[in-house]
């Protein structure tokens, strides 16, 4: 079975406010299966953020700033993927998730302060994580772990300096 590729396209970034957001964005999509995160936006502090999590916690998840959103979204098209605008204006996740599972290699679009409207017609899905306003934290969080059936969880992270040791009480860890 051909392996699911994920990768959000962070669309709005201010450097000024948007950084410590943006960076969560990153640690999120990475825990919960996404392949790699584009910032339409130069932020090499988010950059360095992330690859610096990477590199104590394993995987291969990769952080590439300054990419032009137009061009990144035509270029994931003609390789054959599709893309995921997340906003609360679409259409409500559990009534998509369906058809969305079909695709393995999907774009997957949040934004931070207001989204160009031409996004809504140049995305293949618009889906709402409820149409009520929060985060592109919890709306990512919630569309991978739907995408994934849950199977996120048992993901692993090979090349990783230190691992947790899950435990009912206190904090263990292990250096690998
Ligand atoms: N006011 C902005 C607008 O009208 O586009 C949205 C700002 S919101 C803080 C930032 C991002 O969070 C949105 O671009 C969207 O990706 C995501 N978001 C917020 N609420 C959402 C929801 N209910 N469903 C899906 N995505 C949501």
């Given at each position: 079975m051909q392996e699911s590729e994920v990768v959000i396209l962070r669309i709005g970034h201010r450097p000024e406010r948007d950084q410590r957001v943006t960076t969560h964005v990153g640690l999120t999509a990475r825990a919960l299966g996404a392949k790699g995160m584009y910032i339409a936006a130069a932020d090499k502090g988010v950059?360095?953020?992330?690859?610096?999590?990477?590199?104590?916690?394993?995987?291969?998840?990769?952080?590439?700033?300054?990419?032009?959103?137009r061009s990144c979204l035509r270029?994931?098209?003609?390789?054959?993927?599709?893309?995921?605008?997340?906003?609360?204006?679409?259409?409500?996740?559990?009534?998509?998730i369906g058809d969305i599972k079909i695709h393995?290699?999907?774009?997957?679009?949040?934004?931070?302060?207001?989204?160009?409207?031409?996004?809504?017609?140049?995305?293949?899905?618009?889906?709402?994580?409820?149409?009520?306003?929060?985060?592109?934290?919890?709306?990512l969080a919630l569309f991978l772990d739907h995408y994934f059936s849950g199977q996120e969880f048992r993901n692993e992270f090979p090349g990783a300096r230190i691992r947790i040791i899950p435990s009912g009480k206190g904090k263990q860890t292990e250096e690998l």
């Amino acid at each position: 079975m051909q392996e699911s590729e994920v990768v959000i396209l962070r669309i709005g970034h201010r450097p000024e406010r948007d950084q410590r957001v943006t960076t969560h964005v990153g640690l999120t999509a990475r825990a919960l299966g996404a392949k790699g995160m584009y910032i339409a936006a130069a932020d090499k502090g988010v950059v360095s953020s992330i690859e610096d999590v990477v590199s104590r916690w394993g995987g291969a998840f990769f952080c590439q700033d300054t990419v032009k959103w137009r061009s990144c979204l035509r270029d994931w098209k003609a390789a054959g993927g599709i893309v995921v605008h997340l906003t609360m204006y679409g259409l409500n996740l559990p009534d998509v998730i369906g058809d969305i599972k079909i695709h393995k290699k999907i774009l997957v679009i949040v934004g931070a302060e207001k989204v160009p409207g031409e996004m809504y017609g140049l995305a293949d899905y618009n889906v709402a994580v409820t149409s009520q306003p929060h985060s592109e934290i919890s709306s990512l969080a919630l569309f991978l772990d739907h995408y994934f059936s849950g199977q996120e969880f048992r993901n692993e992270f090979p090349g990783a300096r230190i691992r947790i040791i899950p435990s009912g009480k206190g904090k263990q860890t292990e250096e690998l």
